[in-house]
């Protein structure tokens, strides 16, 4: 099937099984609503309860209708008959070094993700994942050595924010004093999959997470990172309006193309097309370009400053990103006296160019890394360079 063709229609779970209850995690309020109406609600109570229900499950954390306090007990009881709050389970955790947290997550079918949590001084971040697998097969990163299998759905999405605040222990408690603190404050959408092959159910997923009455987390707390799907990307600024991050890489189309094989479909002169209306449709400050640093590939002085000519007149940041390598990867990672001048370059022409310090790598968790183990296709840097069309 080709990329473009790719739908939430096609390759997404139904929300109900013929014969189970209805899951509210993931319905949009509207579709609660319906769901609601549907089971029996009377439809001029139908947005009351939805409120009510609401909190319950996204402010409060909640799993149990029986627990649902002001709502009455007949009432409750015809929830818990219709429907179910679930979340993807969390298969294993496991817990770097460094404090980085990794969940292999079961979903329905019994296909696995990973979801990572990186606690920093400043925020606590949760790389999400948006597919089983990827459509992508870019050449420098592990999940794209492992086939698509299919979408998530949006409750697959924010239940993997929902694990997480269980693990951390966020969810606030009743009567308990109001506390600020956030310990996942920031979502990014960098984990399994290409997330605007995916836009609806990531759209959806995404307006959970900031709706104020819920997660209540902040549209500029949320970054969505793509390798370039050029007609979704005005739509994310109208329909999401969070931060936007490209998985650029490399500073001529040759090179992309074999990095980044979207760019045979939508080249560099066209993305770039689209990204400089990006931050001005979406509020957003600037953009920021993913560049992994490759030895000997795309980490050049010459490199670096036809990075800087093509960005020119985009509010942006560039994060340089060692190379995370794994057994049999096509790739090494660039020197750190070559990353350091790459980003020397770049700073001196006004842009910041933060070097991203690996995380989690003791447990594959770093950027590039996530695919589930169990799904793993062993593979060596042959096979890989075979498949992709590099060079290793």
């Known amino acids: 099937m080709p990329t473009d063709a790719i739908t939430p229609d096609v390759l997404t779970v139904p929300r109900k099984r013929p014969e189970g209850p209805v899951n509210l995690v993931g319905l949009t309020r509207e579709a609660m609503r319906q769901a609601l109406i549907a089971a029996g609600t009377p439809e001029r109570q139908a947005r009351m309860r939805v409120g009510q229900i609401w909190q319950w499950i996204y402010h409060w954390g909640l799993r149990d209708f029986a627990a649902m306090t002001n709502l009455a007990k007949d009432y409750r009881a015809l929830l818990a008959e219709n429907f179910v709050i679930a979340l993807p389970e969390v298969v294993t955790r496991q817990v770097s070094g460094d404090g980085t947290r990794k969940y292999l997550v079961r979903i329905a079918g019994g296909h696995e993700v990973e979801v990572v949590y990186i606690p920093e001084e400043d925020r606590g971040t949760l790389c999400v994942s948006s597919q089983v697998g990827c459509t ?10 492992q086939k698509l299998v299919r979408n998530l759905t949006a409750g697959e999405i924010i239940g993997q924010v929902m694990l997480a605040r269980d693990d951390l222990g966020e969810w606030p408690v009743p009567g308990a004093p109001k506390d600020e603190t956030r310990l996942l404050s920031n979502v990014v959408l960098m984990g399994m999959g290409e997330p605007l092959y995916n836009f609806e159910n990531v759209r959806d997923a995404m307006k959970i997470a900031m709706d104020p009455e819920g997660i209540a987390l902040s549209r500029r707390r949320i970054t969505l990172s793509t390798s370039g799907v050029v007609p979704e990307i005005a739509r994310t600024a109208e329909e999401i309006g969070c931060q936007l991050a490209i998985s650029f890489h ?15 479909r939508w080249p560099i002169a066209e993305l770039l ?12 400050e600037r953009i920021t370009f993913e560049y992994v640093m490759l030895d000997g590939v795309n980490d050049t002085d010459a490199d670096a400053r036809r990075l800087i000519k093509l960005i020119e007149g985009i509010p942006a940041k560039i994060n340089l990103i060692p ?9 090494r990672r660039s020197t750190p006296a070559r990353i350091r001048a790459f980003a020397d370059i770049i700073y001196k022409a006004g842009y910041a160019s933060p070097i991203r310090t690996p995380r989690g790598e003791d447990i594959m968790a770093a950027c590039g890394q996530l695919k589930s183990a169990t799904e793993r296709a062993r593979k060596s840097r042959a096979q ?3 498949e992709t069309g590099t060079s290793g």
């Open 323 to 331: 190379f995370n390598e794994w057994p049999g990867a096509p790739y």
């Open 273 to 284: 097309d689209a990204l400089r209306t990006y931050p001005k449709a979406s509020n957003s």
């Open 136 to 145: 992508l097969t870019c050449s420098f990163c592990h999940t794209g050595t």
């Open 250 to 264: 490399a500073t001529t189309d040759e090179v992309r193309d074999r990095l980044v094989p979207i760019n045979k």
């Open 384 to 386: 890989i360079a075979a």
